[in-house]
T-cell receptor, first 110, second 112 residues
Framework: DGGITQSPKYLFRKEGQNVTLSCEQN?????MYWYRQDPGQGLRLIYY???????QKGDIAEGYSVSREKKESFPLTVTSAQKNPTAFYLC?????????FGPGTRLLVL | GQQVMQIPQYQHVQEGEDFTTYCNSS?????IQWYKQRPGGHPVFLIQ?????EVKKQKRLTFQFGEAKKNSSLHITATQTTDVGTYFC????????????FGQGTELSVKP
């Protein structure tokens, strides 16, 4: 099956802990994106990558880091510097115009 | 910064009533897309509009792109319970490296 997978579905973070969210796609898309969604709000762009080994900050990059070592993978690390990490995190990829979203990871702080 | 404003934030309708959500951008857009997110799900692409004044239809859904390419609307005729979810517009400004800017979304609930 072609598509985007995200894991885990739910993730719990303790204070001061870094956590990494996985995003994998087998659609052969060049571009990948990470969004954060808070209740009642739209999607806010955290980071995006248009090609392997290159990525750019989005609108709310502080407290997050990414890597793009492989075309298929774009993991997101939520660092301890992110003081309000509780949210729904969505990964997406695109070839030209349309973005295809993964099922999302819900991050909760203990 | 560039913004895409979407109204209303919530809309509750009786099944069979019509529904419209509106999207306005602070800058001219090269195109605008619409996505639907079912409760507990992820956004799914519905359609893209590119031309000034463009109108596209998908069964009971009608999408419009304004003449100035700064506003758009989605109209659903005779809503059904399967229409429940949050509808997002996403605009692509010129000279922004292909970034999409999402509106806040309109959450539609349909009472049977």
């Amino acid at each position: 099956d072609g598509g985007i997978t995200q894991s885990p579905k739910y993730l719990f973070r303790k204070e001061g802990q870094n956590v990494t969210l996985s995003c994998e796609q087998n659609l052969n898309h060049d571009a990948m994106y990470w969004y954060r969604q808070d209740p009642g709000q739209g999607l806010r762009l955290i980071y995006y990558s248009q090609i392997v080994n290159d990525f750019q900050k989005g609108d709310i990059a502080e407290g997050y880091s990414v890597s793009r070592e492989k075309k298929e993978s774009f993991p997101l690390t939520v660092t301890s510097a992110q003081k309000n990490p509780t949210a729904f995190y969505l990964c997406a990829s695109s070839s030209k115009e349309t973005q295809y979203f993964g099922p999302g990871t819900r991050l909760l702080v203990l | 910064g560039q913004q895409v404003m979407q109204i209303p934030q919530y809309q509750h309708v009786q099944e069979g009533e019509d529904f419209t959500t509106y999207c306005n951008s602070s800058t001219t857009l090269s195109n605008i897309q619409w996505y639907k997110q079912r409760p507990g799900g992820h956004p799914v692409f519905l359609i893209q509009l590119v031309k000034s004044g463009e109108v596209k239809k998908q069964k009971r859904l009608t999408f419009q792109f304004g003449e100035a390419k700064k506003n758009s609307s989605l109209h659903i005729t005779a809503t059904q319970t399967t229409d429940v979810g949050t509808y997002f517009c996403a605009g692509r400004p010129y000279n922004q490296g292909g970034k999409l800017i999402f509106g806040q979304g309109t959450e539609l609930s349909v009472k049977p």
